[in-house]
């Protein structure tokens, strides 16, 4: 069974505060994508990587980083947290064409609040 | 640019109904289509996954099907139930990028 495990389910962090999201694969997919769901504004795209050491930005990128460093690991950094990045977090891993369809597999979600 | 439209954004029906979830889209361009559920706070589960060549999917009592031509595709859930209650998502997967583009969703209730 294909498995996309997000380290946190709720966290609870201050303004200001360094935060770290992680997200590991066991696909060996080389995709991976990081989301945030807020009510009426659906899934919007924070980054994604499609390589180990590569990364793109999305449509939201702003105050927000990512790391891979390694091809089952993809982090989300949120550098000084504020309040407007309370959302839900999602990532994604998706293979490529040559592995196999290009289907799309979510981890369970990081609901972060920042107080 | 691609538009995604789900319609309608929630669904209230009678357990055991069958019944179908629309997924429009602008752009006939596209690599694949593929329909999520999620349940409140959870993450998305893949349902089905229909490539651009394909007509349709099958899984269980649901079966997706897609027509390029129109900009359309359809979610058909069997004899439905209350387990089936969640919120339905399609995403559609341009030629040329790595990025999906996201219905809103429709919100389906079954009721008891």
């Known amino acids: 069974d294909v498995k996309v495990t997000q380290s946190s389910r709720y966290l609870v962090k201050r303004t200001g505060e360094k935060v770290f999201l992680e997200c590991v694969q066991d696909?060996?997919?080389?995709?991976m994508f990081w989301y945030r769901q807020d009510p009426g504004l659906g899934l919007r795209l924070i980054y994604f990587?499609?390589?180990?050491?590569?990364?793109e930005k999305g449509d939201i990128p702003e105050g927000y980083s990512v790391s891979r460093e390694k091809k089952e690991r993809f982090s989300l950094i949120l550098e000084s947290a504020s309040t407007n990045q309370t959302s839900m977090y999602l990532c994604?891993?998706?293979?490529?064409?040559?592995?196999?369809?290009?289907?799309?597999?979510f981890g369970e979600g990081s609901r972060l609040t920042v107080l | 640019k691609q538009e995604v439209t789900q319609i309608p954004a929630a669904l209230s029906v009678p357990e055991g109904e069958n019944l179908v979830l629309n997924c429009s889209f602008t752009?006939?361009?596209?690599?694949?289509l593929q329909w999520f559920r999620q349940d409140p706070g959870k993450g998305l589960t893949s349902l089905l996954l229909?490539?651009?060549s394909q007509r349709e999917q099958t899984s269980g009592r649901l079966n997706a099907s897609l027509d390029k031509s129109s900009g359309r595709s359809t979610l058909y859930i069997a004899a439905s139930q209350p387990g089936d209650s969640a919120t339905y998502l399609c995403?559609?997967?341009?030629?040329?990028?790595?990025?999906?583009?996201w219905g809103a969703g429709t919100k389906l209730i079954i009721k008891p």
């Open positions: 994604a891993s998706k293979g490529n064409w040559v592995q196999n369809t290009g289907e799309l597999f």
């Open positions: 696909m060996d997919h080389e995709n």
């Open positions: 990587s499609y390589d180990v050491k590569m990364k």
């Open positions: 752009d006939s361009a596209i690599y694949n």
């Open positions: 229909i490539q651009s």
């Open positions: 995403a559609v997967l341009m030629d040329s990028n790595y990025q999906l583009i």
